[in-house]
């Protein structure tokens, strides 16, 4: 009697699935198997013989040890994301699944590495995000500022900021330009992690996607599940997650003290020092009351006109680059210097397809220098 390979991981398939967006219905036909057979892989029912699961790898484009490798615990995302309403089930499931392997990376780095240790501010928030008022996230980002010592000045690279206090950024190219950005708490690792969709953005857009996904990680502690599927509920979380992002991007008393004329041109040249939308310096002037929602819906249509909400965009946003994450590249650039060998143990260890790893880290896991052998000097 023919038996399945023993080491064969279900979620391991789940994940590669829902990483490539493929259905079950088409991964069994392709695979030249039936779909209770399939099913039967998934849910630990049933292991594959080892041709399926070499078909397997080719059909998903993973290395075939990757359905082999052991799982960590706790590893199934909740990730909360922007536009959850309009963005459908296949779409989320292909980036949580690189949230996972992303946990995964950082987990399998830190044996190698020391990260910054997770410096997130004591807080005073109400216990349930219901009660934060307008006042509170106001007081909350400027708690940030005084903890990260950013003091009332421009960040120069709210990335970098954020993986300096220990949060790893993700930046992956994703095709729904409805996922703007997502936030996960990883039980593993016990950090955060944060990102944005890099393939539809710009370098204030991003900015202000990451500083929206902080808020929901400092402020959005006791949400559930429950409040998420409750619409009124998810647009007033949302809303305090904007406020936070431009609470922390431009705090008020630096607003109140640059913008002496709300106008597009003000916000124009404020938008190079400060490197936020002028849309959301729109936003943040209302807020603030430094206008009125009249005076905000005047500079809201001459924006329209001037095609600042177009794919044209705002002034530059063609100029100015979008921010890249370091922390995992530079971890595994740390691990090279120390030897070759241990790239290829890394390669073992995180049975990623190369491109899954250049997304993820920003390099892949070949060496980008041998240091091997050198010429001899003849002279």
């Known amino acids: 009697m023919k038996r399945g390979v023993t080491n064969f991981v279900p979620s391991r398939l789940s994940l590669a699935r829902s990483r490539r967006g493929i259905k079950k219905k088409d991964l069994a036909e392709q695979l030249g198997v039936s779909s209770e057979a ?37 590893v199934s995302p909740h990730v909360f994301w922007r536009d959850l309403k309009s963005v459908t089930k296949a ?32 807080l005073k928030l109400p216990s349930h995000w219901s009660d934060i008022s307008e006042y509170d996230i106001e007081a909350a980002a400027e708690a940030c500022r005084l903890e990260w010592g950013l003091g009332e000045y421009p960040i120069p690279d709210i990335t970098l900021a954020i993986e300096n206090i220990g949060i790893p950024v993700l930046a992956p190219m ?13 039980e593993v690792s016990q950090r955060p992690f944060v990102g944005h969709n890099k393939r539809h953005t710009t370098a204030a857009r991003a ?51 640059e913008v002496r004329y709300a106008s597009l ?10 490197n936020i939308a002028i849309t959301a310096q729109i936003v943040r002037a209302k807020q603030l009351g430094v206008i009125d929602e009249n005076r905000a819906t005047s ?44 790239l290829e143990v890394l390669k073992h260890r995180i049975p990623l397809p190369e491109d899954e790893v250049r997304e993820l880290v920003g390099r892949s896991f070949e060496p980008t220098v041998s ?9």
């Open 265 to 274: 041109s003000t916000f124009e040249l404020l938008k190079r020092d400060w």
């Open 38 to 74: 399939l099913r039967s892989y998934e849910n630990g029912a049933a292991a594959p013989m080892p041709d399926k699961v070499r078909r397997m790898a080719e059909v998903l484009r993973f290395p075939e040890h990757f359905f082999s490798a052991s799982v960590q615990k706790n």
């Open 207 to 257: 900015r202000f996607n990451l500083a929206h996904e902080l808020g929901h990680i400092l402020l959005h502690q006791s949400v559930s599940d429950d409040d998420l599927e409750n619409k009124d509920y998810f647009d007033h979380i949302e809303m305090q997650a904007h406020r936070f992002a431009g609470a922390l991007l431009f705090p008020r008393t630096a607003f109140y003290r």
């Open 299 to 342: 500079l809201f249509v001459a924006a329209g006109r001037e095609g600042y909400r177009s794919p044209q965009g705002e002034p530059y946003d063609d100029i100015v680059p979008v921010e890249e994450p370091r922390m995992l590249r530079r971890a595994v650039d740390a691990i090279e210097e120390a030897g070759e060998m241990h």
């Open 91 to 122: 779409s989320r499931e292909a980036v949580d699944a690189r949230v996972v392997f992303a946990c995964e990376v950082f987990s399998t780095l830190e044996d190698y590495v020391e990260f910054p240790s997770l410096n997130l501010p004591s």
């Open 371 to 379: 240091n091997v052998v050198s010429f001899r000097k003849l002279f």
């Open 174 to 186: 994703i095709e729904n330009r409805k996922q703007s950005g997502f936030a996960h708490w990883d």
